[in-house]
């Protein structure tokens, strides 16, 4: 008989304000209810140099025949200013129908419809069956000391994943909409132009790097760097900040900087457009600096069985067939993709990250009517 529901341990997990890297109890609600129904849980705790640790949470049941993991993340995004919320936002109040709280769909929602479908399921099953979990509390933040040192873990004990659900966010505005079947990359990249510090009213005798900056961003916003291809909308390119530091109204400056992060599709690699940024700023003239970061690659699973089996399941349980997407952000499925089949589903995401974060109680519920009709489909074709 199961007995795990999705509300009531949403709820508690959000009552763990769990901001990257702290977990502040969020994973030893997750074990505890899946102890209680036989899994096996592994702590993992991983540091990079440089990096602050992060607890993550690996379990299973079972040990025969195909391994199916739900994935997904205990770590939020800081709340903001709390005097912007209706709430508390690790309160989990149950306001107009909806579950508020900071990771309220973004994502521990998910991770308790994982749970509370795993149950049911167990309930049901009339033979052994392998289901884990691969939870992480770092992929809100630099995704270092996460999925991918789980996942490394797996391979060196010889532990295989055959298909991986990720419940991020994945409608845009109904559940049922949308599964995501790939994502695009994302580069980060901070110019500084360095030049000659002096007096306002003598620019000649300096080299003001704020002139040389504007245009040098102006060329980059300007560049269209693609219309899109036949999986993926196009890239995009924005300038996320621009710094020069300068309190003094007669100094011109030595130097000046700018950050900016490119969301690319499969007509570029973090390879390629690092070295289009390269020659623009080689072309900028004088003394420029750049440090460029790639933190995935875009990458496309073209829509398989796996992914077949989750769009029936949430046709049969919404009456809707979700479209095969590649759109938004990044996600830890850029590191699972690499190891197996992977395919993302989850809740509605138009407040993840803002104030006032929630999810219908009643979206809930038809996830894990969802996640449990994929267990069904996936063990039982």
């Known amino acids: 008989m199961a007995s795990i529901d999705a509300i009531t341990l949403a709820a508690e997990m959000i009552r763990r304000p769990s901001v990257t890297p702290v977990d502040a109890g969020a994973l030893d609600v997750l074990q505890e209810a899946l102890e209680g129904l036989g899994f096996t849980c592994h702590r993992l705790t991983f540091?990079?140099?440089?990096?602050?640790?992060?607890?993550?949470?690996?379990?299973?049941?079972?040990?025969?025949?195909?391994?199916?993991c739900f994935a997904g993340h205990t770590d939020v995004v800081p709340p903001g200013d709390t005097a912007d919320w209706s709430v508390d936002p690790f309160d989990a109040a149950l306001k107009d129908g909806n579950l508020v709280g900071r990771g309220a769909c973004d994502m521990k929602g998910a991770i308790a419809c994982f749970v509370a479908a795993t149950d049911r399921f167990l309930a049901e099953a009339n033979h052994d069956v392998s289901i884990s979990l691969l939870i992480t509390g770092d992929e809100e933040g630099p995704a270092v000391n996460g999925t991918r040192k789980v996942l490394e873990w797996l391979a060196e004990r010889d532990e295989r994943i055959d298909a991986c659900l990720v419940g991020e966010p994945t409608n845009p505005t109904r559940l049922g909409e949308m599964i995501k079947?790939?994502?695009?990359?994302?580069?980060n990249a901070r110019i500084t132009v360095n030049g000659t510090q002096g007096h306002a009213a003598?620019?000649?005798?300096?080299?003001?790097?704020?002139?040389?900056?504007?245009?040098?961003?102006?060329?980059?916003?300007?560049?269209?760097?693609?219309?899109?291809?036949?999986?993926?909308?196009?890239?995009?390119?924005?300038?996320t900040t621009v710094d020069v530091g300068n309190a003094a109204t007669n100094v011109i400056p030595a130097k000046a900087s700018a950050g900016l992060n490119?969301?690319?599709?499969?007509?570029?690699?973090?390879?390629?457009?690092?070295?289009w940024l390269e020659g623009l700023c080689h072309e900028a003239g004088g003394e420029v600096d750049l440090d460029i970061s790639v933190s995935g690659e875009s990458f496309l699973r073209q829509p398989d069985e796996f992914a077949v089996v989750i769009a029936d399941a949430a046709e049969a349980v919404l009456g809707e067939r979700p479209e095969y997407s590649t759109t938004g952000g990044t996600s830890d499925a850029r590191f699972i993709k690499d190891y197996c089949p992977v395919?993302?589903?989850?809740?509605?995401?138009?407040?993840?990250?803002?104030?006032?974060?929630?999810?219908?109680?009643?979206?809930?519920?038809?996830?894990?009517?969802v996640y449990h009709a994929v267990l069904k489909r996936y063990f039982n074709p």
């Open 343 to 369: 395919a993302e589903f989850g809740l509605v995401g138009q407040t993840m990250h803002k104030v006032d974060e929630r999810v219908a109680v009643d979206d809930l519920t038809r996830l894990t009517d």
């Open 262 to 275: 490119i969301r690319f599709n499969d007509c570029h690699t973090g390879a390629s457009l690092s070295a």
């Open 181 to 187: 079947v790939g994502r695009r990359g994302s580069l």
């Open 202 to 239: 003598y620019p000649h005798l300096t080299d003001n790097p704020i002139n040389r900056l504007v245009g040098l961003l102006d060329t980059i916003i300007k560049t269209e760097l693609d219309g899109g291809s036949e999986h993926f909308q196009p890239s995009t390119l924005a300038v």
């Open 47 to 68: 540091e990079e140099p440089g990096t602050d640790p992060v607890d993550n949470l690996y379990a299973r049941r079972g040990d025969s025949g195909r391994n199916f």
